[in-house]
């Protein structure tokens, strides 16, 4: 399969996702990166796949292909009205990013990527966190007492994976740079921006700052200049999503906006604080926003912009690991309003900022998904 580089490529998955879909497909140990190319195509003949591939032109910009899940023949039910997207892999060298957003899309409509994934101590531990399991289950002498508790966890998941579907579609962008990704498999290990290089998360309108080209937040000679970040535009207006969660590597976080300024901004929903402190306790990652916590600004952002431009409510990056454990927090600490990793949220200093241009609460209704 020879993959397009100026495309960007969205699985979409809801209450409709087939359950055997990915089952075709093998699984790669936890902790590799096979290259893009030895992954199942993205069309129409191959199972990985196998609902429908739409491409959708706009501009002169390339198009984005989306691929859907469905297991019956029978017409589809409307989709639900609101909608998250994951975006993993906009920076080339970020590679665990893209592996945890195929392992996602894997979990939520295979069964057999859930059962792999218990079947490791570390998936094991994390699901058994997240669903108030803390203590290690041991076996008993036939190993039943063990294997009731898995079972029951996987009914837990399951249970929880089945909400999230129907109540949400899931829109899952698993290498947003997918010509850097390229470029780092051909021997580019460092590169960290778009070949062109731009960093498409300094790319966005809202509060973009020029910069020197050689930086490596360089953010282009002006917004929106980059075709995969014209492309994310265009993917996120076809249906303002409820949820936003840009995904990266290089440290343990969760954070919220903003990431311009060492603040928080408005229109937060009055649940974000009970949200990141369940990132604090069952990851042991620092949380809070941005530009606050991490102690450095960051520039025209799609955080920042989708929050302020767009409305949406719940707009977070992720950093899913850091080596020698930078971010990582003992998981009481979201108590202490003195920690500044873990501070609860309304201890922070409020900003606006004139450039807002429309809070959550006035997000667009759904236009329509073919």
Request: aromatic share 8%; hydrophobic share 35%.
């Amino acid at each position: 399969m020879t993959y397009r580089k100026h495309n960007l490529y969205v699985i979409t998955l809801n209450a409709n996702a087939s359950q055997h879909a990915l089952a075709s497909s093998p699984i790669p140990a936890a902790s590799s990166a096979p290259p893009l190319a030895s992954r199942p195509p993205l069309s129409t003949s191959d199972s990985f796949y196998p609902h429908y591939l739409a491409r959708h032109n706009f501009s002169s910009t390339p198009s984005f292909s989306s691929s859907s899940f469905s297991s019956s023949s029978t017409p589809t039910p409307p989709l639900p009205p609101r909608s998250v997207v994951l975006v993993f892999g906009e920076h080339a060298r970020e590679v665990i990013t893209t592996e945890l957003g195929l392992w996602l899309s894997r979990v939520l409509v295979n069964r057999h990527a859930l059962d792999t994934m218990l079947s490791w101590p570390e998936g094991l531990s994390a699901f058994r966190r997240q669903f108030g399991s803390e203590a290690d289950v041991m076996d008993d002498a036939d190993g039943k007492q063990g294997s009731e508790d898995k079972e029951n966890l996987l009914k837990q998941i399951l249970a929880a994976r089945d909400r999230i579907l129907q109540r949400l579609i899931v829109r899952v962008v698993p290498v947003a740079n997918l010509a850097g990704r390229i470029s780092w498999e051909a021997g580019q290990t460092c590169l960290r921006k778009l070949p062109s290089g731009v960093d498409m998360n300094r790319n966005w309108p809202f509060r973009f700052q020029p910069d020197h080209p050689s930086s490596e937040s360089f953010g282009g000679h002006h917004p929106l200049s980059e075709s995969q970040t014209q492309m994310m535009l265009h993917l996120l207006r076809r249906q303002v999503p409820l949820g936003y969660v840009n995904v990266h590597s290089g440290e343990w976080a969760v954070y919220c906006g903003w990431d311009s300024k060492a603040a928080i901004g408005p229109g937060l929903p009055g649940d974000m604080g009970r949200l990141l402190g369940r990132f604090v306790s069952n990851c042991q990652c620092q949380a809070g926003p941005a530009g606050a916590v991490s102690d450095y600004l960051a520039f025209g952002t799609s955080m920042d912009f989708v929050h302020t431009q767009l409305g949406v409510p719940y707009a977070l990056t992720l950093e899913l690991y850091g080596g020698g454990g930078a971010g990582r927090v003992s998981d009481n600490s979201w108590t202490d309003p003195n920690n500044k990793q873990t501070k609860s949220v309304d201890k922070w200093p409020y900003m606006e900022d004139a450039g807002i241009s429309i809070l959550p609460d006035l997000v667009a209704k759904d236009e329509g998904e073919e």
